[in-house]
């Protein structure tokens, strides 16, 4: 499971390049719930499972699809 809800607030995002990241619960779009999104293979995108709009999981950029802004990405230490 590459997708685990850790806060109320918090997705933990495992086996991306740089290792587990954390990001935002909801989307910023519409506030799906991201712990139900889709990481791609290289553990680099995370699409929203409600518009499909794809973030960056290095930096939060949005990709593509209709967020307004782009996702908040913590990454561990
Ligand atoms: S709620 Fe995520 S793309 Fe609309």
Redesign the pocket.
């Known amino acids: 499971m590459r997708l685990r809800q850790v806060a109320e607030d918090t997705v933990a995002v495992a086996d991306t390049p740089t290792g587990t990241v954390l990001v935002d619960a909801t989307?910023?779009?519409?506030?799906?719930l991201l712990r139900h999104g889709h990481v791609d293979r290289a553990g680099t995108r995370l699409v929203?499972?409600?518009?499909?709009?794809a973030f960056s999981l290095s930096d939060g950029t949005q990709l593509s699809?209709?967020?307004c802004r782009a996702l908040r990405v913590r990454h561990q230490v």
């Open positions: 989307c910023p779009h519409r506030g799906g929203c499972p409600l518009h499909h709009s699809g209709p967020a």
